[in-house]
């Protein structure tokens, strides 16, 4: 077989540049920004708690005034709703873990996805995978790194803000305002 000759690498080289640039990518479409907001009932105390720690080192135990002491990992399926009370309609789930990172500050590691259960994008998740310095409290930002459905691709990040917080039991409402940029 012939090799393809250069010129027509460059010809087609020069389709594609013309094609794709950074608001247009060939495959996928224009990317778009999407807002999103919700509130996360982060609940570990009860008889059907959300949230369940499942492991700390053996030097760090949890008390009451210390839930999620450094090395706690915490599985997730936190229920999403519209507004704060947990009985506005449910928009979504959160389900994966986050880890108390922070040694010298309280500070979590969060990997967790986000999925749409309502809505234009039902179905539809993003993923966090990020650090939370939850004590710089109101507008600390979270990294979300992916995404699948109509999130596939996704970038962008959350804005949180504590609606409500039990530091006894750890209980938490947060405020989470999204921006997404997708395909
Ligand atoms: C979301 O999608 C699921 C699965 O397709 C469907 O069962 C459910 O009724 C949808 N919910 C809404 C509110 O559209
Ligand atoms: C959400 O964050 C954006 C900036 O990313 C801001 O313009 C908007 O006002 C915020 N919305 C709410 C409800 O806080």
Same mark, same amino acid.
């Given at each position: 077989?012939?090799?393809?000759?250069?010129?027509?690498?460059?010809? $087609?080289?020069?389709? !594609? +540049? $013309?094609?794709?640039? #950074?608001?247009?990518?060939?495959?996928?479409?224009?990317? =778009?920004?999407?807002?999103?907001?919700?509130?996360?009932?982060?609940?570990?105390?009860?008889?059907?708690?959300? #949230?369940?720690?499942?492991?700390?080192?053996? =030097?760090?135990?949890?008390?009451?005034?210390?839930?999620?002491?450094?090395?706690? %990992?915490?599985?997730? /399926? *936190?229920?999403?709703?519209?507004?704060?009370?947990?009985?506005?309609? %449910? %928009?979504?789930?959160?389900?994966? $873990?986050?880890? +108390?990172?922070? =040694?010298?500050?309280?500070?979590?590691?969060?990997?967790?996805?986000?999925?749409?259960?309502?809505?234009?994008?039902?179905?539809?998740?993003?993923?966090?995978?990020?650090?939370?310095?939850?004590?710089?409290?109101?507008?600390?930002?979270?990294? !979300?790194?992916?995404?699948?459905?109509?999130?596939?691709?996704?970038?962008?990040?959350?804005?949180? =803000?504590?609606?409500? $917080? /039990?530091?006894?039991?750890? *209980?938490? !409402? !947060?405020?989470?305002?999204?921006?997404?940029?997708?395909?």
């Amino acid at each position: 077989m012939r090799a393809p000759s250069l010129f027509f690498l460059a010809v $087609l080289l020069v389709h !594609i +540049s $013309l094609q794709c640039n #950074a608001t247009t990518n060939c495959q996928l479409g224009s990317e =778009k920004t999407t807002n999103l907001h919700f509130y996360l009932h982060d609940t570990l105390s009860g008889n059907d708690p959300s #949230a369940v720690p499942v492991a700390h080192g053996d =030097k760090f135990t949890a008390n009451p005034g210390n839930p999620v002491p450094f090395s706690s %990992v915490v599985v997730t /399926d *936190d229920v999403l709703t519209e507004g704060p009370d947990r009985q506005s309609k %449910v %928009v979504g789930n959160a389900q994966g $873990l986050y880890v +108390s990172s922070g =040694k010298r500050e309280f500070s979590l590691v969060l990997g967790i996805d986000f999925e749409l259960t309502d809505g234009p994008f039902n179905g539809s998740s993003f993923v966090v995978f990020s650090r939370n310095p939850v004590l710089q409290g109101n507008g600390r930002e979270l990294s !979300i790194v992916g995404g699948r459905g109509a999130f596939r691709m996704a970038r962008g990040y959350a804005l949180l =803000k504590t609606h409500y $917080l /039990d530091t006894g039991n750890g *209980d938490a !409402i !947060i405020e989470y305002n999204v921006t997404l940029l997708h395909y």
